[in-house]
């Protein structure tokens, strides 16, 4: 099993944002989190990628409690993400939103850099080599110097995903990429995931709001409501449970 | 024509302590959006590392300017860890008032220790040369020299090491550079370490420039250097630089044509006023708030 989370419960003062909520995920999983707005879909990233510390329960990768620590720690162990609204470093460039990701990596100190020895020159050829590599399999190479803020809404959606990827991730939290695409878009960005999934040996977890793309590519769906997981299963079983049914479009309603 | 050349040169001299001073304030208003009101008081402690290098260890220049910036240094990570760390989640203000309150305990905690105001010895063999009717002093081109090589350091790391893009980045967008495997405590400890190591050179400088030293000289001068940094555009590295130029400059140049009982007055009147036509600083930009 790559990401085990047991019994996770979050506070917010006194509000119970995430209920007893439970995860296995095996190596190359995709899975989808649904659920209504406010449900607890984007505080469980946070729980995993530790920019909040879960109140209470456990959240292991490969063994390893991910709870208590520091978000860059678990970043190195293998989790990335990207967010909702997109949060680029805005004002620098492409390939700047990309190196930096490769921040942990670094093997030369500041003195060494400013006398240019041949460490520091060998890691920043390395590190930008390789980020120019990872914009041309993002079809970015051509914007590699512009602001990122500069770039078209969709190509920043895409710059987010390989920046995530920049951090040699096991396992990547996409938090409703599809927000603010056309349907046609929505097609393009299903097989995308596929293929980076595949390209990059990945295991997914995705948040997503439009059940095309979560019953199109999702293996396993967790829905979740007021923070309680109201069921759990295939796509198709999601479809047809009747709570999922109504906790979305109230009694009576067809998904 | 010489005088006016004689001016430039003092200009240049005083406007590269605060721009050095200003650097302080700026890179910690970058990463922290926090005013550090103890800077000033950290160029004055500064100034006393000096004098004690100087005056007990009998050290030479270089090793007591290192001795000034390490000790700096290492107290600025000292404040930020101990008096602006734990509120770092508080309202800004609370920061900034602790801010002062740990300035009001440096100058005190020196006066314990200093109650007079001490003389620093001098560390550069003070040799004048006069070319062309302006006289050069081997001080006056040290601390010019040195202030340039200074920054001209910093604005490398700040540009073109991953720490520096660190620090960019934190300026940017705080929360998220963990998610980039970022150490964010480290990243700020460094941009820390950084801004007060140059207001501690600048504390040496200033002592060697202006020998007597007392716990409360860094606070005008901390002031005007935090006037510096933000009509250079607070959080702007080079605007720092740029506005601690310009400080000296209209100083220096109200002092040589006007009474200089004028000198601070017409200055910060002329600051003001460019504040009005640029109210980001000159090479600050908008940042506009998320609603």
């Not at chain 1, 995709?30 to 707005?37: D, S």
């Not at chain 1, 951090?167 to 393009?188: V, Y």
């Not at chain 1, 979740?224 to 796509?235: C, I, N, V, Y």
């Not at chain 2, 050290?59 to 101990?82: D, H, K, N, Q, S």
């Amino acid at each position: 099993m790559l990401l085990q989370a047991k019994e996770v419960t979050h506070f917010f003062g006194g509000l119970c944002a995430v209920d007893n909520f439970n995860l296995d995920l095996e190596q190359h999983e995709l899975i989808g989190i649904i659920g209504p707005n406010g449900a607890g879909k984007t505080t469980i990233f946070n729980l995993i990628t530790g920019v909040y510390k879960a109140t209470r329960g456990s959240i292991r990768i490969g063994g390893i409690e991910l709870v208590g620590k520091t978000p860059n720690q678990i970043t190195a162990l293998g989790i990335a993400r990207t967010f909702q609204n997109i949060r680029l470093f805005r004002d620098l460039t492409v390939l700047d939103n990309v190196r930096i990701a490769n921040y942990s990596q670094v093997k030369y100190n500041p003195i060494e850099a400013m006398f240019h020895s041949g460490r520091y020159d060998e890691e920043e050829k390395r590190i930008a080599n390789h980020a120019m590599d990872l914009l041309a399999v993002f079809k970015l190479q051509d914007y590699a110097d512009e602001a990122s803020k500069n770039l078209p809404y969709g190509l920043q959606r895409r710059l987010e995903i390989a920046r995530a990827l920049a951090t040699h991730p096991k396992i990547l939290l996409l938090d409703e990429p599809a927000a603010g695409m056309n349907p046609n878009e929505i097609s393009q960005l299903m097989e995308f995931i596929g293929w980076i999934r595949k390209e990059f040996d990945l295991t997914v977890i995705l948040i997503e709001h439009q059940m095309r793309l979560v019953m199109g590519i999702c293996e396993r769906i967790t829905v979740l409501d007021f923070g309680a997981t109201l069921a759990e299963g295939l796509p198709k079983e999601i479809q047809n449970n009747p709570k999922v049914m109504e906790a979305y479009l109230g009694e009576g309603g067809d998904l | 024509m010489t005088y006016l050349l004689q001016q430039v040169l003092n200009a240049l001299q005083l406007g590269s302590i605060y721009a050095l001073i200003a650097l302080g304030y700026t890179m910690v208003y970058g990463i922290l959006t926090m005013i550090n009101f103890a800077h000033g008081d950290l160029f004055m402690v500064g100034a006393f590392f000096c004098f004690l290098a100087a005056t007990f260890l009998h050290l030479p220049f270089v090793p007591t300017l290192l001795i000034a910036m390490i000790g700096v240094a290492l107290l600025g990570v000292l404040i930020e860890r101990f008096a602006y760390k734990p509120l770092r989640q508080a309202p800004r203000v609370s920061a900034i008032i602790t801010a002062l309150g740990v300035g009001i305990f440096l100058e005190n905690f020196t006066l314990v220790f200093a109650p007079y105001p001490q003389h620093v010895p001098t560390l550069i063999k003070n040799t004048t040369w006069v070319v062309g009717g302006v006289s050069i002093s081997s001080l006056q081109l040290i601390i010019i020299a040195l202030s340039l090589v200074l920054m001209a350091f910093l604005d490398f790391i700040v540009r073109k090491t991953m720490v520096g893009m660190a620090m960019r980045a934190i300026s940017w967008d705080k929360a998220i550079v963990p998610l980039m495997g970022i150490p964010l405590n480290l990243v700020i400890s460094a941009t820390f370490a950084l801004g007060t190591s140059l207001g501690g050179a600048a504390g040496v400088m200033y002592a060697l420039a202006f020998p007597v030293i007392d716990p409360y000289m860094g606070i005008l001068i901390g002031w005007k250097a935090f006037i510096a940094a933000v009509v250079g555009g607070i959080g702007n590295i080079r605007g720092a630089m740029i506005g601690g130029f310009i400080l000296g400059g209209v100083e220096i140049l109200v002092a040589a044509f006007l009474p200089s009982t004028y000198r601070d007055f017409v200055a910060f009147t002329l600051l003001l006023v460019l504040l009005i036509f640029r109210p980001y600083g000159i090479l600050g930009k908008p940042r506009p708030q998320k609603v």
